[in-house]
Structures are given as structure tokens and as C-alpha cells.
């Protein structure tokens, strides 16, 4: 059975509807397996930037050591904002392990050009190993071991960085074994999935904080995760981003994240 970790982070969002990530991941907690989920006290306070250009950064530490403690092989992390698979990567050896970045947004900021100083626009580049020293992995996860999917809304400072990662669009995922493929070339022997809920099209999900039209289905995206599955041990994945302005709209969002977590899990 696979592990869950509910880790119900909001201080690294820019978004004003930023408190709503907390009651995203209690209504997907609430559909999980109650043996095999641990959801973690997340501080509720925004924290302190302490002198960088990372805001919330004190919160965002709290958050990174209580997700360590409970981290383990192969756990699906439950988020919260985005900048929780920085956390959770940090955690386990990643060496060997590909990522797969299934979002809307790059997240490919640092703190130099981050236009919010959120942190979960620049989740990315810290894998990279870039940015903010106290977050960034060290070292970090080679851009040749990372594919982008769905990336649509992408800012004039991350296409630059985002031109040397592979990407793949909507269309791409119409062959279901491109995912596969993409990952099996980067020549790892593992891979995290990341999936940022607003991948998907707004026609599929509504509880996101920014909404970007001409996105991925949930069926589609599922049927590529099952084939990389099938093709590539999993190290670990993380869902996040979903905010439902009401617990009616969560409900009516659940089929489609459920659908991605059954395809992970």
C-alpha cells in the first residue's frame, strides 16, 4: 500500500487565496487511506523572510524539517503550495532519481527575479540546486534528469533556464509513451512525479489559485503516469496546488485528483 505524508503548507504560495491550500489537502487527506496517511501539524503562522529575498522563509524551514522527519521511500506528499517537493526531495537520496514537473508554471524563479518573492515559484530552480542557499538542494538534481509537462504560463526571466529542460506540451501526452520515453532517455533508475493540480485544464478542475486555459486532461495525465510507472521505479510523488473556494467545489474537484493519485499511488 502506498505511504501519504499531508503536508499543508501555504506560506510559500503568492497567491491571495494562499489559506486555501490548507483545506485543498485536508479534503484530499480526508479520501486517503487513514492507515497508511500521516498529516503533519503545519505552523499556520506566515513566518519571516529573515533577511533574504524568500518570503515566509522561517515558516518554510519549520515546514522543511517536520517534512524530514516523516519522509521515507516512495511516500506521495500531499501539499499544500508547489515548494513542498523541494522539501520532500531534500529528504531522500536523489542521486539517481529523475523529476518529473507536471505544472502550469515552470516555477524556474530565483530570488533575483521572482516578481512575489514566493517560494513556490522558485520550487524548481531549487532542485536545481539554485537560489536561496537554506532551500535549494545541495547538490542539486541535474537539468538533464528533469522533464517539464504542461508548462503554459511561463515568465520572460524562466525562458531562458526553461530552454535547457525538456519539456512536454499538452499535445506530446497524445502518445501515451511519451512520458515514458522522456524519462527512461535521462538515463535514471528512479523518478518523482510532481504534479501541480493546475497542469490540468480548468474545464477538469476548478480549485486552483491561477487558472491557465488549454491544459492537460486528467485521463491523459493519467495514462502517461501508468505507462511511466510501468517503465520507471518510483521514488516518490507529490500533488499540490489545489485550493476550492468551497467544500462543495472540493468535492466536485476530487474525481479528477483522485484519478491522478490512483494513477501514482
Do not use: Y
Amino acid at each position: 500500500m502506498a505511504r501519504f505524508l499531508v503536508a499543508p503548507q501555504w506560506q510559500g504560495s503568492p497567491s491571495a487565496r494562499a489559506m486555501l491550500l490548507v483545506d485543498g489537502a485536508s479534503s484530499i487527506a480526508g479520501d486517503l487511506p487513514r492507515k497508511a496517511t500521516t498529516v503533519l501539524d503545519v505552523p499556520v503562522e506566515a513566518g519571516d523572510a529573515l533577511g533574504t529575498d524568500v518570503h515566509r522563509l522561517s515558516a518554510l524551514k519549520q515546514v522543511r524539517e517536520l517534512i524530514a522527519s516523516e519522509m521515507r521511500a516512495e511516500t506521495i506528499v500531499i501539499g499544500g503550495d508547489c515548494s513542498v517537493t523541494v522539501a520532500a526531495l531534500d529528504a531522500i537520496d536523489h542521486d539517481d532519481i529523475a523529476v518529473v514537473w507536471c505544472d502550469a508554471h515552470p516555477d524556474l524563479h530565483t530570488p533575483e527575479t521572482s516578481p512575489s518573492g514566493a517560494f513556490s515559484g522558485m520550487a524548481l530552480s531549487a532542485i536545481l540546486g539554485e537560489g536561496e542557499p537554506q532551500l535549494a538542494l545541495s547538490p542539486g538534481i541535474d537539468r538533464g534528469r528533469v522533464v517539464l509537462v504542461g508548462a503554459r504560463v511561463i515568465d520572460d526571466d524562466e525562458a531562458e533556464p526553461l530552454s535547457r529542460l525538456t519539456q512536454l506540451n499538452v499535445e506530446d501526452l497524445d502518445d501515451v509513451d511519451a512520458l515514458a520515453n522522456a524519462v527512461a532517455a535521462t538515463g535514471a533508475s528512479r523518478v518523482w512525479v510532481h504534479i501541480d493540480v493546475d497542469v490540468l485544464d480548468p474545464a477538469e478542475i476548478a480549485g486552483v489559485s491561477t487558472a491557465a486555459p488549454f491544459g492537460i486532461t486528467a485521463s491523459a495525465l493519467s495514462a502517461a503516469l501508468r505507462a511511466l510507472r510501468s517503465r520507471v521505479p518510483l521514488a516518490g510523488a507529490t500533488i499540490a496546488g489545489f485550493a476550492p473556494r468551497t467544500p462543495v467545489d472540493a468535492v466536485d474537484d476530487l474525481g479528477a485528483i483522485l484519478r491522478l493519485v490512483a494513477a501514482i499511488a
